[in-house]
């Protein structure tokens, strides 16, 4: 009788700061736990460019907290302001886009795929 045993551990830990960032429609994502297939979920820490793109996904829904800054969350077609504090949750289908100086945590569920984000 044969036995297997994973050596898989059950943590991960990420220096964001190691992190090369990634452009994205918003501005640049550091982007943590991404890798594994069927992940829960991911988490980005996101600086906000000037002209980011207004776009939706059609599985994800994201979790925005924002860690610095202040402006305007723009929610299918809503402005609405937002600061450090503020906690929005975008669901699957929601045209967003972030607006001004912002360092945003964004937590995707589930885990963040390329292939869902969509544009107008």
Request: glycine share 6%; net charge neutral; proline share 8%.
């Amino acid at each position: 009788m044969s036995t297997t045993t994973s050596t898989r551990k059950r943590y991960s830990i990420v220096q964001m700061a190691d992190v090369a960032p990634t452009p994205c429609p918003c501005g640049l994502a550091r982007r943590a736990f991404t890798e594994e297939p069927e992940q829960t979920a991911s988490l980005h820490v996101t600086e906000i460019k000037s002209d980011s793109q207004t776009h939706y996904h059609k599985k994800m829904t994201e979790f925005y907290y924002v860690l610095e800054g202040d402006g305007r969350i723009e929610l299918d077609g809503e402005s609405l302001p937002v600061k450090p504090g503020s906690a929005v949750m975008i669901r699957p289908g929601c045209r967003h886009r972030a607006v001004g100086r912002l360092k945003v945590l964004i937590v995707p569920v589930p885990a963040f795929d390329a292939h869902d984000e969509w544009f107008d």
